[in-house]
Nanobody
Framework: QVTLAESGGGLVQSGGSLRLSCTAS????????MGWYRQAPGKDRELVAS???????NYADSVKGRFTISRDDARKTVTLQMNDLKPEDTAVYYC??????????????????????WGQGTQVTVSP
């Protein structure tokens, strides 16, 4: 019911920059929280940055000062600007959204429960 389309991953040299974008589509009634997670091979998935329900910003300590997250509710898009990338940033990055969906009965929308939705993941590789 909700699809998260990710783009912007790639291969960069240490110190370079990338911009990740994620756009939500489908039968969306409301998007509460939205953010980015990452997972390196053999490691647990971790939060990179997020925009919470009250629109406060959260960052992992390892990316503070280097990454910037922003959100465009009209476009249902969240963007992660990544600067001064390091080899330790190499991982698959996943977009996440906590959102509700709706059904239709005539002209009336009916909101369903909130669920976590995930993108397919986009690879970010930083060479030394």
């Amino acid at each position: 019911q909700v699809t998260l389309a990710e783009s912007g991953g790639g291969l960069v040299q240490s110190g370079g920059s990338l911009r990740l974008s994620c756009t939500a589509s489908g039968r969306i009634y409301n998007i509460a929280d939205m953010g980015w997670y990452r997972q390196a091979p053999g490691k647990d998935r971790e939060l990179v940055a997020s925009v919470t329900t009250d629109r406060s910003l959260n960052y992992a300590d390892s990316v503070k000062g280097r990454f910037t997250i922003s959100r465009d509710d009209a476009r249902k898009t969240v963007t992660l600007q990544m600067n001064d990338l390091k080899p330790e940033d190499t991982a698959v990055y996943y977009c996440n959204a906590y959102a509700s969906t709706y059904g239709m009965k005539g002209w009336t929308k009916y909101e369903s429960a909130y669920n976590d939705y995930w993108g397919q993941g986009t690879q970010v590789t930083v060479s030394p």
